[in-house]
């Protein structure tokens, strides 16, 4: 992908994409996996790229995480345990510790150079949770690690939490029907999985194959809608379960649980905001039907 030496670029399919201002290097090279770099850019602060594909900044991480995490997890009545696959800048597990019920979190990174880099430079992604005693931090395979490691403990989670690259090599085999079934196989009674599922004006059928993917595991599915700055586009995300609705809370219930949870530090997720992202315009209710 040609780029402008002043420009990041990054394609949303073969005929349309969405720059972002560089700034300043500071970090790049190749690990065993991928190839990563981490820019202080004008727009986003400290910006963080994987393979060419924008992953995290430090100014808007917060429409991602606080709505992956928090729509399915609020609907629970007090979530105790999560594994989380992927996820090695530790953005997640911050927004599972708001939750003063959060006893355990596991996370399963791939690259240990992610977790790296998100020590050196992300600190306003993951605010320490990298290093919070409740955190059992794994580097290896977590496809590896769901099939055989997990269901070797008997462990069992409250969520499963899907924080990973796009769906195309290595990745792709994680966004199976297969592997969404071995996830449900590890939850806990009135467990979900949440993961996003891809931008539906771009990736229109990359969106409706993945809901497919978890329609095919789980009895209840149910995809969710946001803008995400630094992916340039209207996103999907889906919770996933075959016990809880995250889309019949009223924004009320929502707010109370917050309240009564204590949850602070919310800079997008609120009780409007959960329920509008369940308001799906008749575009999105075709492609999904």
């Keep these: 992908m040609a780029e402008r030496d002043d ?16 700034g300043t290097l500071l970090d790049a090279g190749q690990s065993a996996y991928q190839a990563y770099e981490v820019w202080q850019t004008p727009q986003f ?11 995290t900044s430090e100014r808007d991480e917060f429409f991602y995480h606080e709505n992956l995490i928090h729509v399915p997890a609020i609907a629970q009545a007090a979530p105790r345990r999560a ?8 953005g997640s597990a911050d927004e599972l510790f708001k939750y003063p019920s959060m006893e355990r979190v596991v996370l399963v990174e791939l690259d240990a150079k992610v ?8 600190d306003a992604v993951h605010h320490g949770a990298l290093d919070d005693p409740r955190l059992e931090l794994r580097v290896e395979d977590g496809l590896r690690y769901v099939r055989e490691v997990a269901p070797a403990s008997g462990e069992r989670f409250d969520l499963i939490v899907l924080d990973l690259t796009d769906p195309v090599g290595p990745a792709e085999a994680l966004y199976s029907p297969e592997f969404f079934r071995d996830c449900k196989a590890l939850l806990a009674e009135g467990g979900a999985l949440t993961l996003h599922i891809g931008a539906p004006v771009f990736q229109p059928e990359r969106v409706r194959r993945l809901v ?15 803008y995400i700055p630094l992916y340039g586009s209207l996103w999907g995300m889906a919770s996933a379960s075959d016990t809880l609705e995250p889309a019949a809370l009223s924004a009320a219930e929502v707010d109370a649980r917050i309240a009564q949870r204590g949850i602070g530090a919310l800079r997008h997720y609120n009780g409007a905001v959960h329920c509008a992202q369940f308001a799906l315009p008749n575009y999105l ?5």
């Design 7 to 22: 420009l990041l670029l990054e394609w949303l399919n073969d005929d349309a994409g969405f720059f972002y201002r560089r």
């Design 45 to 55: 602060g400290r910006l963080f790229r994987l393979d060419g594909c924008f992953m």
């Design 83 to 90: 594994l989380v696959i992927g996820g090695g800048d530790g």
């Design 115 to 122: 977790v790296e880099i998100a020590r050196a430079h992300f």
């Design 212 to 226: 497919d993917n978890l329609r095919a595991a789980f009895t209840r599915v149910s995809p969710y809608f946001l």
């Design 285 to 289: 209710r075709e492609l999904l039907a």
